[in-house]
């Protein structure tokens, strides 16, 4: 079972994809939820009542619709770096306790099929394939033992860095946040069709070469000590993304480096959960 955000003709909403198409949920509860948004249905919704209308046939075929990013405005995006071993090791960083922890915003996102943008800034675009979790019940100090009834799904994230801006200082939240360069999507998986994340295959494609390769079960803090760790420090909210972490294959720890340029296409494919395709932009193609 899975959901996306999507807008057709200036109209934003919701629904459940198919593999032919998406079942329109936002008009269909236009009356029952305050928006129509998939932060709204999970607050009054949840799994269960989407079975209702999974056999209902598709009103839009997916060349009607424009996806979104699945959460288009979530309250809080929260990253974790160094993540893998592999990629720990290829950054030098030392062995930490906790999570490493920091911020994307919302603005910055774009969705499955639209373009990541290369800033005129920098040349040092680089690639980060993740899984996202998304926060489907709130609360805080949240225990270990109790954490995956707080997800309410799964999602494929790519969190574009422009490692050079990422080194100005200690803190990586310049080179995290330039427009358009996080990409979402395509859908939320619900949390109960994923029998076991841990079993779940990641791979990121450069134009159509595999340059990252893992498993879920590879991440360093799992997803139950990241929410509890979150959560001790934040209340989480509904909607709220948490992405976990990128694998070793990075671009900038290649020898030579290999960056985001325009032209290039790059995919997020985690298996059970979809692929997330972008093309890249240059920032100087839109101001010409």
């Not at 934003?12 to 079942?23: D, E, Q, R, W």
């Not at 288009?72 to 306790?97: D, F």
């Amino acid at each position: 079972m899975k959901l996306l955000s999507y807008s057709r003709n200036g109209e934003v909403s919701f629904g459940i994809g198919k593999s032919n198409g998406l079942i329109d949920l936002g008009e269909r509860l236009k009356n029952k939820l305050p928006t129509k948004s998939i932060i709204n249905f999970l607050t009054f919704f949840g799994h269960d009542f989407l079975e209702k209308f999974v056999n209902y046939p598709v009103d839009f075929s997916y060349s009607d619709i424009s996806f979104l990013p699945v959460i288009p405005n979530p309250n809080k995006i929260l990253c974790i770096g160094l993540n893998y071993e592999k990629h720990r090791i290829e950054t030098k960083r030392e062995v930490s306790g906790y999570p490493t922890i920091f911020t994307r915003f919302p603005d910055t996102q774009v969705a499955h099929n639209q373009f990541l943008v290369k800033p005129n800034t920098s040349d040092r675009f680089d690639f980060e394939g993740e899984l996202a979790v998304i926060i489907g019940k709130g609360g805080r100090h949240i225990t270990e033992d109790s954490a995956m009834d707080h997800i309410a799904g799964y999602s494929c994230y790519n969190d574009g860095s422009i490692r050079d801006w990422q080194r100005h200082t200690s803190q990586f939240t310049p080179g995290k946040n330039f427009p358009n360069t996080g990409a979402f999507g395509p859908f939320l998986v619900m949390r109960e069709t994923i029998e076991n994340y841990k079993n779940l295959k990641i791979k990121t494609r450069l134009n159509d070469t595999v340059v990252q390769d893992a498993v879920l079960d590879q991440l360093i803090f799992d997803i139950p000590r990241i929410i509890s760790y979150c959560s001790s420090f934040n209340c989480l909210s509904i909607g709220d993304v948490i992405v976990t972490g990128t694998p070793g294959g990075v671009g900038d720890r290649r020898d030579p480096p290999l960056y985001l340029k325009g032209g290039d296409k790059i995919e997020v494919e985690i298996s059970e959960v979809g692929t997330l395709k972008n093309f890249v932009m240059n920032e100087s193609d839109i101001l010409n």
